[in-house]
């Protein structure tokens, strides 16, 4: 039988099965069947068989990544809510593509022994890349303590085909979702996907309401939201201005009004490649998007390396901005 000629029958045979009323062959190495178009089945079935247990055991294979996968996220999130009293935790972001940089400021942040580190977004420049992505693990290997991320435009985008299932074969995310929550201590923390195919730069439908039960429904001292796009922006001042929640002020006043209504402490985001704080409706609003990535804005308007440093201590929270020459340039 040629390759053509058996590529065509074990096809046949697999679509149309095997015949279960025909006794079985015997053959050279083993038993085979006829199958139900009278091929019989030897050549095909030596192939199939090995095939069949390959498949078994890369599921099995699969499987079990999975669920130790999972095991390992459920564990960190459970060390995480028993911490007791006082706990510290870094905020960076936007180091795609500033190698050095990024280098830098994790062996500073590492150096304060922060509990955990949550990264706004932007961990790569080319969505969907994972010699990217592989890049920055081995970067990212002097981090020891747990390590979230919020997706991020580079990291995944609708144009980018399989971009989103390669960002979640890359990251451990709880329930394998792109927004999600996790407790440490007293406090709440919230991620949100703010680029959410048809949703970009907005927090509506399914994940506005999946926030609204999460947000008012719990009793934590305090509450924090980290999402990639700022809120709000400068105007004539930042790179991406008037181009992140703002430009859809009414969906954004509704989630400011949410986060008012729920006692949120504090939000934080990435994309513009700065440092800033304000206060908005008694909430604080906190760009840190300078881990790496180009730096558009001059010194003085929040343009230099940095991460954030929160502390939390009972009823306090307190925070220091800390450059990349590990000077301290801003406390609140």
Not at 85 to 105: A, E, L, Q
Not at 264 to 270: E, K, Y
Request: glycine content about 8%; hydrophobic content about 40%.
């Amino acid at each position: 039988m040629d390759g053509s000629s058996w590529e065509g029958q074990c096809k046949r045979s697999w679509e149309e099965g095997f015949s279960a009323e025909l006794a079985p062959l015997e053959v050279a190495g083993g038993t085979a069947r006829p199958t139900s178009n009278g091929v019989k089945s030897s050549e095909c079935g030596v192939r199939t068989n090995k095939i069949i247990g390959l498949v078994l055991i890369l599921a099995l294979l699969v499987g079990t990544s999975f669920a130790s996968q999972n095991q390992q996220i459920a564990q960190k999130l459970l060390a995480l809510e028993k911490i007791p009293g006082k706990f510290t935790f870094i905020v960076m972001g936007d180091n795609r593509s500033g190698d050095d940089i990024y280098t830098k400021i994790i062996s500073l942040a590492m150096d304060r022994k922060p509990d955990f580190i949550v990264n706004v977004g932007d961990m790569i420049t080319n969505p969907g890349n994972k010699s990217q992505w592989k890049n920055f693990w081995t970067l990212s290997k002097p981090i020891t303590v747990p390590y979230f991320l919020i997706v991020g435009n580079h990291d995944v985008h609708r144009k980018a085909l399989f971009s989103e299932r390669t960002y979640k074969e890359q990251v451990d995310l709880p329930g394998n979702e792109l927004y999600y929550s996790f407790v440490a201590g007293n406090s709440l923390f919230v991620v949100l996907d703010s680029v959410l195919a048809d949703h970009e730069r907005r927090i509506t439908g399914e994940q506005l309401t999946w926030l609204e039960g999460i947000l008012l429904n719990s009793d934590k001292k305090h509450k924090f939201v980290f999402l990639h796009h700022p809120l709000y922006t400068e105007p004539g001042k930042w790179y991406h201005s008037n181009d992140c929640l703002d430009i859809y002020p009414q969906d954004r006043d509704r989630l400011e009004a949410l986060f008012v209504k729920a006692k949120v402490n504090a939000v934080f985001a990435g994309h513009e490649h700065v440092y800033n704080r304000k206060k908005v409706d008694g909430i604080l609003h906190i760009t840190a998007g300078g881990s790496g990535a180009p730096i558009f804005a001059k010194d003085e308007d929040g343009g230099f390396y940095h991460f954030v440093q929160v502390t939390v201590d009972g009823d306090k929270v307190r925070a220091e901005v800390v450059d990349v020459q590990g000077k301290v340039r801003d406390r609140f």
